[in-house]
């Protein structure tokens, strides 16, 4: 099973992530195709030798810092491979750029995202944006993670914005001739809206069950559709398509 079904419990993206001050000074150098599909559950700071405590979805911060180069190489590639959602690398001021070397081409292998920050940009700054954003939006972590949402804490999940979902999409369309968008919208009519909701609902499960990336961003008034590595050209017209069959829907624009 892929990251991306087992972690699609998250509403927080990598991209999402990385939009939010001070993330966006981080600078993408694998995996940008990957972005919007792996889900953020967590964020955490980590240091050689801990890899072994990161768990599946985890927002890796990291100074590289360890006893040698080659303590630093393997640590910084055994992140890479492991479950985490995203690793972020701030190298000190004249640390050994090389050491990324071996992490970079892992990342690039599994378009796994991989990012630099600045070293000037404290990870408390990143954490705490980051932390806050999930709580606000109802955080996936684990309940030891999670303490102040699962005693009881009232978390309210704003409505999606479709309008810098598109943004995001269209930028990743630009990126890749596989990523495919789509906007659906249900007609005037009584009978439009609860026939739109079903035939968004049957295409993430078909989506789910054909192990097709799709990103779903919906409202009661549309519906943002993204296909992430369409196998061929027309796959997402050819899902909706197959799902309006299913679903009988001939309300949806």
């Known amino acids: 099973m892929s990251y991306q079904r087992r972690n699609r419990g998250s509403s927080l ?3 999402d992530a990385i939009s939010l ?7 993408v150098i694998a995996g940008r195709s990957a972005l919007a599909y792996r889900g953020v559950r967590w964020v955490q700071v980590v240091h050689w030798p801990a890899e072994e405590f990161i768990r599946p979805g ?4 990291t100074t590289a810092v360890a006893p040698s180069g080659d303590e630093s190489r393997r640590f910084l590639e055994s992140v890479v491979r492991s479950d985490a959602a995203a690793l972020i690398v ?10 990324l070397e071996p992490a970079v081409a892992a990342a ?15 990870f ?37 914005n479709v309008t810098d979902e598109l943004a995001r999409a269209m930028a990743l369309r630009s990126e890749s001739g596989s990523v495919e968008v789509a906007l659906g919208r249900p007609l005037p009519g009584k009978e439009a ?7 968004i609902g ?16 919906s409202r009661p008034e549309v519906a943002l559709l993204v296909l992430e590595q369409a196998t061929v050209p027309g796959t997402l017209r050819g899902l909706i398509e197959r799902v309006r069959e299913l679903t009988g829907d001939r309300s949806t624009h």
């Open 21 to 27: 001050a001070p993330l966006n000074l981080a600078h």
């Open 202 to 217: 049957e295409l993430e499960r078909v989506a789910e069950r054909e192990r097709l990336q799709l990103r779903v961003c």
């Open 193 to 199: 809206q609860p026939s739109f909701g079903r035939m």
């Open 90 to 99: 701030s190298l000190p001021p004249g640390a050994d750029a090389t050491v």
């Open 58 to 61: 985890d927002l890796v911060l």
């Open 13 to 15: 993206s990598v991209l």
């Open 108 to 122: 690039r292998d599994r378009n796994f995202p991989l990012f630099t920050l600045p070293w000037d940009v404290p």
């Open 124 to 160: 408390a700054d990143v954490t705490r944006t980051v932390v806050t954003r999930l709580l606000a939006e109802g955080c996936h972590a684990d309940e030891a993670s999670c303490a102040l949402r699962h005693a009881g804490v009232r978390v309210m999940r704003p409505a999606p």
